[in-house]
């Protein structure tokens, strides 16, 4: 136990022990109240005299002063109450505000300790602080770079460390590259152009600590309160015995004096925020967190991973003529499963989502940053980058162009030495990234700004999506330090991220706060609050509860400094003696206690609809199958650029097929199994009607895309190119925006989303 727990311990030991020895009449419960009295003045003289030595008072002050008062007119009675009533209070602000250590072994224990350095006799294995400038170092596949350098050959890296994105890049011989990168290809060798404790990463372990130990302690709600209330109690004490010449009477009025309503209905107010935010998946590790996240005015948010999934996407797949899609995931998923690629991954899922049978491959290999090969049905397919001194077809350059234009992955497949297909892959936002943006605005933060590591065209595209307040992009960790520091200059900052890159900042905001379910360890170490279960709208959920915890706890002191003014004064009459203002304050601590305990409760959170989760969660997993019946329906279009050709027919009647076969019931099985439940939750019928009239306008386009085929038995007629075009078009907007409006304000209700 603590020591505040071990004083609580004996001071109600102490108290009931002379309730028992009372009938006697021996006189022992004096000297047992003294003694309690006693016990609990002694660590609170301790803990005011640190005070006054860093030059500041508060509420521990006039606690000593009433007990101490007690003990001089001999009230020992009302002096254990008093004594039982400031334990209870420090033990209750202990366990609120018990900071954890800021640990930073996940940052200490990534960093390498040894260095493949070439000699004269081959390579040899050094300790990494003895590399030295200009030395050449050999980085093995897998390693984290030991030091900063330059690089003597093409190598591919893995900078997730550093700048937050996932994929591997390829730096070109000559290009400078930090420490703390992981080398994701073959061996590389690199010059030395710093020591160790010189390199990127041994300053981010510095500055990580730097910013842990400038944090100072927050000032106690109950003794910004006690700078004013202090003064009146003593000069309402000092006036009463100056005019009643009686010490009993201004004894009386500093024990109702004693600020156990701030001692007390501020911690529980705090802690019950605490436990609340723990029910809704936020772990916030002390009560000053708690309280500072209660007034945060700026909020600093990391892009990947944070604010998105954090792993791309296959959103579309662009085929040569006469390829379809399925034939070319069929492809690429054949070669990419023997891959560790996240790339890979991501083209795996896409031909699943797609019902693609994956087939095996053979003499796979791959090249780090170029792409994998492997023989599939005699033919050789590479999945990648294009092959060197291949042929760019029309089709090809248009998908180029479409790549930068939607700033996205451009993954080729290449059969036999020719491009055959394009896989295009994004890094998409959180479905529930936008609402949690609105609910931040809504609880009272000013400004929003993306602090990413990642280029300035993708950052700025995700911020325009969210509607964030400002972008600074291609950020370091020195450069994400002093952000937060220049915003903390004019409020309280809050970070949130989830990379090793993030950790530095995270330490040194006001608040840090970590996506703890794939964050790193070091950012989970550096954080003041965890998200546990990597959802973004727990963020707005914990700014909700912090601000109504420290609104409950204003309350609550308030209320009970009302109620102790009122208290001395009747005292200061000679109306209360000593033990009976002790009993007094009790009753008003009770009250400021019972008031205090509101935050427990859940406040305006929408309450369990089992229906309403389970047909949330099936329609979620609906909208992820039907990606490839959307991607269709572009597909479709840009086949018309073409001209009436067989496959443009052919694809135009395959995107109509899935129309009316998979996206159409999916459509009509929202509107009257969805959307009626839905109704109920929302509070209305009319709060689903926008998107009912979604539903009508998707199938008018697909009525009107049948209309044509039926005019078209022999085949698509040059006249119609047009306007099938403009209804393909039209149609994939329109399912692209309902099926977002969808995502992000419906099915992110679901409990457990």
Same mark, same amino acid.
């Given at each position: ?11 109600? +030991? ?13 006189? @022992? ?41 007690? &003990? ?129 990463? +041994?300053?981010?372990? /510095? ?11 927050? !000032? ?11 003064? &009146? !109690? ?7 015995? &100056? ?24 911690? %529980? ?5 605490? $436990? ?57 998923? #054949? ?17 699943? /989502? ?41 089709? #090809? ?48 933060? /000013? ?23 400002? @972008? ?27 990379? %090793?890159?993030? +950790? ?12 703890? $379910? ?7 170490? $550096? ?14 959920? #914990? ?31 000679? !109306? ?11 009753? %008003? ?39 490839? @019946? ?13 001209? *009436?050709?067989?496959? +443009? ?5 395959? *995107? ?12 009509? !099985? ?84």
């Amino acid at each position: 136990m603590s020591r505040h727990t071990w004083t609580l311990t004996a001071v109600s +030991a102490l108290l009931v022990a002379g309730f028992a020895a009372w009938p006697a009449g021996l006189g @022992v419960e004096r000297w047992l109240w003294g003694a309690a009295t006693a016990g609990a003045l002694v660590p609170s003289v301790a803990r005011v005299v640190a005070d006054l030595r860093r030059r500041r008072y508060g509420a521990d002050l006039l606690a000593v002063l009433a007990l101490a008062g007690t &003990l001089a007119v001999g009230e020992y009675l009302a002096g254990a109450v008093v004594a039982l009533m400031v334990a209870t209070g420090q033990v209750l602000e202990a366990a609120a505000a018990r900071r954890a250590a800021r640990d930073l072994s996940g940052l200490l224990e990534r960093a390498p300790r040894q260095a493949h350095r070439r000699a004269a006799g081959g390579l040899v294995t050094v300790p990494v602080d003895e590399v030295g400038v200009d030395d050449e170092v050999v980085v093995l596949s897998g390693e984290i770079v030991p030091v900063d350098g330059t690089l003597r050959a093409e190598g591919v890296l893995d900078e997730s460390a550093l700048t937050g994105e996932p994929e591997p890049v390829v730096r070109p011989s000559g290009e400078t590259v930090r420490s703390g990168t992981v080398n994701a290809g073959p061996a590389v060798d690199l010059t030395a152009a710093a020591t160790a404790a010189d390199s990127t990463y +041994a300053g981010m372990v /510095r500055l990580a600590e730097e910013a842990a130990a400038e944090r100072a302690p927050i !000032a106690r709600l109950a003794d910004r309160v006690a700078g004013w209330f202090l003064p &009146l !109690a003593l000069l309402i004490a000092g006036s009463a015995w &100056l005019v009643s010449r009686d010490a009993v009477i201004a004894v009386a009025v500093l024990v109702t004096a004693t600020p156990c309503p701030l001692l007390l209905a501020v911690p %529980i107010a705090v802690t019950g925020g605490m $436990s609340r935010a723990s029910r809704a998946g936020i772990v916030v590790r002390d009560g000053a967190a708690l309280e500072l996240l209660g007034r945060t005015t700026t909020l600093l948010l990391d892009k990947t991973g944070t604010v998105t999934e954090g792993r791309p996407e296959i959103t579309d797949v662009v085929c040569a003529p006469g390829v379809t899609p399925e034939h070319a995931l069929r492809l690429a998923a #054949a070669v990419e499963q023997y891959s560790l690629h996240v790339l890979a991954a991501a083209v795996l899922r896409a031909a699943s /989502r797609a019902g693609v049978e994956v087939h095996s491959a053979e003499d796979v290999s791959e090249s780090p940053g170029r792409g994998a090969t492997g023989r599939v049905g005699g033919e050789t397919v590479q999945v990648g980058r294009i092959p060197a001194g291949a042929e760019v077809p029309e089709w #090809a350059s248009a998908v180029l162009r479409r790549g930068r234009l939607d700033l996205a992955t451009v993954i080729w497949v290449t059969v036999d030495g020719e491009l055959t297909a394009a896989l295009l892959g994004r890094d998409r936002i959180r479905p529930d990234a936008v609402r949690t943006m609105r609910r931040l605005h809504a609880a009272g933060v /000013r400004r929003v700004v993306l602090l990413t590591g990642d280029r300035v065209d993708t950052s700025t595209e995700v911020a325009a999506m969210l509607g964030l307040d400002e @972008v600074q992009a291609e950020a370091t960790p020195e450069d994400k330090i002093s952000r937060v520091r220049r915003e903390g200059e004019h409020g309280t900052v809050v970070m949130v991220g989830d990379g %090793i890159n993030d +950790a530095p900042a995270l330490a040194v905001a006001d608040v840090g706060i970590a996506l703890g $379910s794939r964050g790193s360890t070091a950012a989970v170490q $550096s954080a003041d609050a965890v998200i546990v279960d990597d959802r973004i709208d727990r963020l707005a959920d #914990a700014m909700e509860i912090a601000r109504r915890a420290r609104r409950v706890a204003s309350q609550s002191g308030v209320i009970g400094t009302a109620l102790s003014l009122a208290a001395m004064i009747v005292s200061a009459l000679g !109306a209360l003696v000593p033990v009976a203002g002790a009993l007094v304050q009790e009753a %008003i601590d009770v009250a400021v206690i019972v008031n205090s305990l509101r935050v427990l409760r859940s406040g305006a959170r929408r309450g369990t609809h089992p229906e309403a989760d389970t047909l949330l969660g099936r329609f979620a997993a609906e909208h992820e199958s039907l990606q490839p @019946v959307r991607a269709s329906v572009r597909q479709a279009a840009d086949a018309l650029s073409a001209g *009436a050709t067989p496959a +443009a027919d052919a694809a135009v009647r395959r *995107a109509h097929r899935l129309l009316v076969d998979e996206l159409l019931p999916h459509e009509n !099985a929202e509107e009257t199994e969805l959307y009626p439940v839905l109704g109920g939750v929302l509070g209305s019928p009319e709060e689903t009607v926008t998107m009912s009239r979604g539903h009508a306008e998707i199938a008018r386009l697909c009525r009107r895309l049948g209309r044509h085929l039926d005019t078209a038995s022999d085949g698509i007629a040059p006249e119609q190119i047009d306007d099938l075009r403009a209804t393909l078009y039209g149609l994939d907007a329109v399912l692209t925006l309902h099926f977002a409006q969808e995502e992000e304000g419906y099915f992110v209700l679901r409990e457990g989303e």
